[in-house]
Every structure is written in structure tokens, then in C-alpha cells.
């Protein structure tokens, strides 16, 4: 569990339990169409205290939230209920950030492998009236050549949690391993999309929990000769 003491600022409480069994109620109850490609936990304000639903979408748009208003699946149980008690006291913004975390969380989780989720390109959350935030999306666009989660690169500590994240589902869920360097501090993954190889590594592995990750495009050739492929 040290890895996600590491990446979340809360530890676990008493709604998490609660949150990942509506998601297993979910799971085996439920069977989308494979054309889900988008699911978004979407957020909103009741006379019950805050109430969080799950819906999917045959779309995504990581530059026009209006995808997730194209409701292609909805499940049966699909409220999730923070609780008067929970709620009493809590922002909006207190809110979004509970639920990137218990998402994020159960991405990060054994659980996550099996559920309807993993089978997504992606994954969001947010209130109807504001702007959602992406927490899982499978995809490397071809410009991109390098994700950094170095905090001094990207602009701030929140930038660099959100793509040592992406990192992390990236290298977990998406791109497939292929050799190792460095005695393992250099690892080599290929995208089954596009072919392209992508090594990650950890420029400051002395600071504790081995330091920022980033992941960076390598060439056939450069790949070649570092890891003789």
C-alpha cells in the first residue's frame, strides 16, 4: 500500500469501503457495450447531502466536456450517496477532490482489472455545472513526446500528481513491457497502438519512494541499441 500513501494526501476512511462496493455491486450486475469508451462520475448537490453518478459514453473529448451529456449507458444502481453526515460542512471543491481520490484509488487497485471500467479509454469526474477532470486516459497522442511528473517542470504539485498518475496507468494498464536497463531503473514499454517505444525512468530515484517518473518517446533505433532489441 506504500504507493498510494505516497501519491494520495488522504488515507483511507470509512468512505472508501462503501464507494468501491457500489462499484462491485456495478460490476457484477452490469455488462456496457464494448463501444463505451468514456465513463464520467458525474457530481451534484441534493437536499441528501452530494450525490455522485456513473454514466457512459460511445465518446470522449479530451477538449469538449459535452461528450459526457451523450448518455449511451447508465447503470441500474447508479447513484452513489456521500451521506448527510459525510456532506455536512463540505465545499464543492472538497467534494471533487474526495472523488479524485477514491477514483483514482480504485484505479490503482487489483480491483480495478476486473470491472467494467479498465475496458474504458477513459475516465472523469465533476460537478454538471463545471469542468470535469480526466483521471484515466489510455491514449498517447502522436505529438507527444515526453510526460514529466516533476513538479519544477510542469508548473505545480497538482500537474505533477496528475500525470505521475497517468504514468502509472499508462505503464500498468495500456503499454506493454519489453526489456529493462539500468539494472531496472530504465524500462523499456512499446504501445500496441502505434508501435512506438516509450521508456520510463526516474531522474531523481534519491529522493524517497525513487522520485518523480517520466516517460519518454525513444526511437526504433535508440531503443535498439540501449536495450539490444
Known amino acids: 500500500m506504500n504507493i498510494f500513501n505516497r501519491i494520495f494526501k488522504q488515507k483511507p476512511d470509512e468512505l472508501r469501503p462503501k464507494f468501491e462496493k457500489w462499484l462491485e455491486r456495478i460490476n457484477h450486475k452490469e455488462k456496457p457495450d464494448e463501444s463505451i469508451v468514456g465513463f464520467n462520475f458525474g457530481l451534484l448537490e441534493s437536499p441528501k447531502g452530494y450525490v455522485m453518478y456513473l454514466t457512459g459514453s460511445k465518446t470522449f473529448d479530451k477538449d469538449n466536456d459535452d461528450w459526457a451529456a451523450e448518455v449511451d449507458f447508465a447503470p441500474r444502481s447508479k447513484y452513489f450517496e456521500f451521506g448527510k453526515t459525510f456532506s455536512k460542512d463540505k465545499t464543492w471543491k472538497d467534494i471533487q477532490k474526495c472523488s479524485e481520490e477514491l477514483i483514482d484509488y480504485y484505479i490503482l487497485s487489483d480491483k480495478f482489472e ?11 469526474t465533476g460537478f454538471d455545472d463545471g469542468q470535469l477532470t480526466i483521471l484515466y486516459w489510455m491514449k498517447i497522442e502522436a505529438h507527444e513526446t515526453i510526460i514529466e511528473s516533476d513538479s519544477t517542470l510542469v508548473g505545480s504539485e497538482e500537474e505533477a500528481r496528475r500525470a505521475n498518475l497517468r504514468i502509472l496507468h499508462l505503464t500498468h494498464h495500456h503499454l506493454v513491457k519489453t526489456a529493462t536497463a539500468n539494472e531496472g531503473w530504465a524500462i523499456l514499454y512499446q504501445d500496441p497502438t502505434d508501435q512506438r517505444y516509450w521508456e520510463l525512468t526516474f531522474p531523481k530515484s534519491y529522493y524517497h519512494g525513487c522520485g518523480p517518473r517520466k516517460l519518454s518517446y525513444l526511437s526504433n533505433p535508440d531503443a535498439t541499441l540501449k536495450y539490444n532489441i
Do not use: D, G, V
Open 114 to 124: 476486473k470491472s467494467i471500467l479498465s475496458k474504458s479509454t477513459a475516465i472523469t
